[in-house]
């Protein structure tokens, strides 16, 4: 199983940016999608996470500003990120509790990282 993050780059402060997580190989179920994100000399912290059933999770942070989306037949998670400020800089990872086939119990794999840029 992989899981195939896209779509960071450098924007403006107030600006957007879309990101995609795609899962791929032998997946029987993926219950959470979400992502994460590190700036330099900072934990890894959350960015929204959403449930197969559609729950979803932001910290107050991007509350208003980050919407979350998945579509369960393409494995794929999206990250709409609008009005983006200078502390939304950091490396963005996606992560995924996947069950494999063949497998009794989901495990949590991550993406490789994407790098956001805002410029004030």
């Known amino acids: 199983v992989q899981l195939q993050a896209s779509g960071g780059g450098s924007v403006q402060a107030g600006g957007s940016l879309r990101l995609a997580c795609a899962a791929s190989?032998?997946?029987?179920?993926?219950?959470?999608m979400g992502w994460h994100r590190q700036a330099p000399g900072q934990e890894r912290e959350l960015v929204a996470s959403i449930t197969s059933g559609g729950i979803i999770n932001y910290p107050d942070s991007v509350k208003g500003r980050f919407t979350i989306s998945r579509d369960n037949a393409k494995n794929t998670a999206y990250l709409q990120m609008n009005n983006l400020k200078p502390e939304d800089m950091a490396v963005y990872y996606c992560n995924a509790d996947i069950r494999e086939r063949g497998s009794s119990w989901p495990r949590t794999f991550w993406g490789q990282g994407t790098q956001v840029t805002v410029s004030s």
């Open positions: 190989g032998s997946i029987f179920s993926i219950a959470v």
